[in-house]
T-cell receptor, first 115, second 114 residues
Framework: GAVVSQHPSWVICKSGTSVKIECRSL??????MFWYRQFPKQSLMLMAT?????????EQGVEKDKFLINHASLTLSTLTVTSAHPEDSSFYIC???????????FGPGTRLTVL | AQSVTQLGSHVSVSEGALVLLRCNYS??????LFWYVQYPNQGLQLLLK??????LVKGINGFEAEFKKSETSFHLTKPSAHMSDAAEYFC????????????FGKGITLSVRP
């Protein structure tokens, strides 16, 4: 149980285009989902907290107009990278909170490469 | 604010040897503590968690961790390393309550020598 999927697993796009990444909780409902960014050989950096039916809460330094987050249902959150640039290339990971101890269950990640 | 310290960036052990990955936390109240493993180009998998019940926590793949409040530590151990244990390991802490964020350590790369 507690499986989280992400789609796509990898994407290559041209500079200036927008890319949408989906995060789904497959066998549970998640009121809260999180979006992380991970650079090579580094830890996860929390970008934003996504709550179903309300606006996401962004961490300091994260551009909310560039990284649009929508949590439209209890099983789906999306991250849209708008007007992507090469510096946005990274590994993006989502997680969904579930269970008595508010554990986070992570998706497999999405590798974004912006040319 | 909470913080997690994972000393060192790389640990190398021989297959069959003891694995010890250190984690110290800083929190004003007893937190929830987690160990996650990440294989290359994959998401994080929960190894085990401490939730204020037993101080010795057993997880998957033969790993365990002991919560020591006096030392503010939550070190991860495995008696006998296997080649498949080679991965990145992250210690994380969170507070109680909904929407609680995870604070991650910087991670430790575990290598296993044949």
């Amino acid at each position: 149980g507690a499986v989280v999927s992400q789609h796509p697993s990898w994407v290559i796009c041209k500079s200036g285009t927008s890319v949408k990444i989906e995060c789904r909780s497959l066998d549970f409902q998640a009121t809260t989902m999180f979006w992380y960014r991970q650079f090579p050989k580094q830890s996860l950096m929390l970008m934003a907290t996504s709550n179903e039916g309300s606006k996401a809460t962004y961490e300091q330094g994260v551009e909310k107009d560039k990284f649009l987050i929508n949590h439209a249902s209890l099983t789906l959150s999306t991250l849209t990278v708008t007007s992507a640039h090469p510096e946005d290339s990274s590994f993006y990971i989502c997680s969904a909170q579930h269970g008595r101890y508010n554990e986070q269950f992570f998706g497999p990640g999405t590798r974004l490469t912006v040319l | 604010a909470q913080s997690v310290t994972q000393l060192g960036s790389h640990v190398s052990v021989s297959e069959g040897a003891l694995v010890l990955l250190r984690c110290n936390y800083s929190s004003s109240v007893p937190p929830y503590l987690f160990w996650y493993v990440q294989y290359p180009n994959q998401g994080l998998q929960l190894l085990l968690k401490y939730t204020s019940a037993a101080t010795l926590v057993k997880g998957i793949n033969g790993f365990e961790a002991e919560f020591k409040k006096s030392e503010t530590s939550f070190h991860l151990t495995k008696p006998s390393a296997h080649m498949s244990d080679a991965a990145e390991y992250f210690c994380a802490v969170s507070e109680y309550g909904a929407n609680s964020k995870l604070t991650f350590g910087k991670g430790i790369t575990l290598s296993v020598r044949p």
